[in-house]
């Protein structure tokens, strides 16, 4: 069986007899050939009748990122359990050991040695099942990530963000007139006028990003006790401030991350969010009297297109003259906004007619993405939400479940090996920069058809920046970007609400930004810092490379 | 990338990078003489202004001709190039791109002052002063990536230095009232200190840490964003004394200020201009003709050789990324005290990775970046003279035209641009 790079492989491990001998071994090997065959698995057969060897045998194997494991023996199927643990995503069957371990990738599968035929038929529908359930079952990946996910990478990102809101809190502090104004009548009134400042915008901080709780717990009674649900709505009205910031930061975050994940670094998501804003709006406004199911995907697509053809510029350029992306996205950046600055100035081809201010035409009601509350219009929390949530799983699916994702991986993870394997690298970072920018262009698709309804000229957000460190947070995972973004999500909304009550400057939350890249960037900083021993497991998610790219 | 675009070059045999140069060389020559030579009215006069107002050196008449008469003649040597690069190529193609790109520009301010008339020398040294920051932010990546420590926090470095050499000049100046000189070399002293903390703060995460550089420039580069944006709105806005220094004023050099055109560009600028080609001379003395330059180089080629031999690789990385970031911190205080004397928030607007492609466009040589950049400050310089003359582009595309420049430089240089070949990879001592 010739054996591809790309091939997900299966292993089997006979301990004594030959495959060819008529006895357990040749049925437990004719069973895993029909699976292998039916998926396109590459099988990878161990035979061994030295104990001392088989520990190593299956060590090898393990490492070499076999899908799932089968052994034929009493003895082989004692010594895998030692493994079953330290490999969750592998599935493993043992046949004829009843498992002493507890564990669900693992299975053990009596045969009785008159019907001995009847194992091919049993072990290929069994493995099928397994290998079915591993390729499907969403929330059962989601759980073994948590596994995988050992508890130091979650502390690490958690005391980075402890930390830099600590150095913030020095800054906020440090910076502040009247504390400075506090310390000149002492060092103790200073002290406190230095904690009354950090106290004072942290708090402005919560109660604009989560809510004021005593108005909560208030508007919960009154709702309880038969009221009105305004006081409901209005209370949880910063909550939902919050996940409506957190949407784009969702789309940007996941465009950095799969550039991440094919080796690129994508610090261009702030032009494609422009660009694919650009898009939709024009499809948002220019196309009219199509029913809004028409109409919604057109300016949603037409802003996912926007966003990939910009950046899909750069990943031309790197496929083929080796272009640095970090250089060609920034200056695609700078003609973005120029570009969006000559649209929509006065009088400009984008421009609404008779306006004197530099915004595009309102998008019709039509391609408009529904508004939660669309009485209320400072609540602006619309199904972007859902379109953002359902992208997580769009990405990770594509990341993780497909041959495309895989080739990606491959790509970014050791260009070399994609190279022998016979992948077309320079297809691959096309591919990469335009599903990237695309999600980019979601996220300014979904700020003017959602939240704003037109395009206004000054559309910066920082999105680019800020989705580098949610990349990095997240560790270039979908699941670790969406909760990344949350935050985030939750950090902006309320340094809004910080700088008017509090008069902490929103740019405080970019100080945090850089502190937090750096803390989980350089993870021996916080081990240092907190006196954490080095987990030794620490993965290597980010790779970026030299100017010439695939070297 | 060498075995993919020869695999390229190998299914498409006539279609060659030279034949491509060929066909552009013609396409330009067509372009000005129906879109320059043909938007304009024959009669036409174009003149080219040689001694700018208020200026020391001696003058010299303008240069007067025929608009349209002259795009012809232009356009006849561009497809000249081309046809000749077609029928039997030049032994180096980036001989044929030089001149054909210089007609081009002539030929362009030429159309553009038709009926009408332009200072060149004035143009010249606008664009060398705006080239000045770039050069300082290309030399910086010159000094890292020989020691092989890519630095993209250039723009950050620069940012924070113009801010401390703000708030350096104008606290020096306006409060405790020093004199003009010394509150200039305080301001200066700052933002170089700056740079060089910055800059010793990327190497610790690059050399120390081993954090990815890219990532580690990209977070300096953030945290400068935020933490000078954040300082000015709570600070500087209230504190408007604490955001106004005075600037270095221009310092023309006795006789060499004298010369025709070539005194108004070079020796009627200001110190800090000169200081540059100092900087410029030291880096590149240093590094081809010294036992350090050596050093640095073959850390940036091959660190592990360099360290079997003594070399303390980790060191010279420091000290280079060090020095790099004060060179970065020279040019944000460049911004300062050499131009405008007042701090806004993001205001290097992407000077800093213009100068990376300038390095690279220069191919990690001192004199080249010089080169390169000085093409990115005429870009630039042009875009606000153009404004005044009698061209049809709307401002916001000229305004691009040095991003595009630089994607262009990019994609067509880095193809035969080598950078030192242990460039971003952090060394692991054995």
Redo the contacts between chains.
Sequence with gaps: MTEREDQMKLGLITYGGDIQGGGLAQYAYQGAQRVAEERDLSLQVVGTDEPDQVREEIQELLEKGVTGVVTTSLHTGQIIEEFVESYPTVTFVTINYQPQLDSENLTGLPVELQKLEELEELLAAHLSIQLEADQRGFFQNLRLLLLEWNLQSVLIPVLAIFTALIVGALFIAGFDPEVWAAFQDGFGVGMNGAWQSVVNAYSALWNGSIGNPQKIISAIRTWMSGGGTEDLVSAFRPLMESLRVSTPYIFTGLSVALGFRAGLFNIGAEGQYFIGGLTSVFVGYSVQGLPWYIHLPLAVGAGFLGGAFWAGISGFLKAETGAHEVITTIMLNYIAYNLAEFLLQVGGPMARPDDPRPISPPVSPSARLQQFFPDNPAIRINIGLFLAFFMVFVIWYILFKTPIGFELRTVGSSPRAAKTAGMNIGWNYILAMGLSGGLAGLAGGHDVLGVLGYMPNSFRSGYGFDAIALALLGKSHPVGVLMASLLFGVLRAGAVQMQGAANVPVDIISVLQGLIIVFVAAPEMIRALYRLRDSGQEGETVLTTGWSGTE | ?T??STQKTKKRNWFTREKVYGILFLGVGLFIAFVFAGGTESGLMTTFGLTPPRSDSLSVPDLVFPSQASLYVFSIICIFFGGWQLARGFKKVNIGLTVVALVFVVAFLAWAARGGSLNVTSLMANALLRATPIALAGLSGVLCERAAV?N?AIEGMMLSSAFSSTVAASVAGNVWEWSRVFTLAFGLAMGLLTGALLGFLLAV?AVR?K??????G??????????T???V???LV?FQNLNQTPIFQKFPIPVLSKIPILGTVFFNQNLLFYLMFVVIAVIHIMLFYTRWGLRTRAVGEHPKAADTLGVRVYFNRYVNTTLGGMVAGLGGSFLILGSVGRFDEVMT??KG?IG??AM?FGKWMPIGTFGAASIFGFADSLQTKLAILNVPI?S??L??AP??I??VV???V??EA??PAA???PYVKE
């Design positions: 990338m075995a993919i890519i993209i995460l840490y954090v990815d550089q890219i990532v580690a990209t977070a300096i580069n953030i945290f400068s964003t935020g933490i944006s954040f300082m709105s709570r600070i209230e607007a992407g990775f990376l492609a690279i709307p916001q595309f305004l691009m991003y595009l630089t994607i990019l994609a067509g880095i193809g080598t950078p460039d971003g990879q």
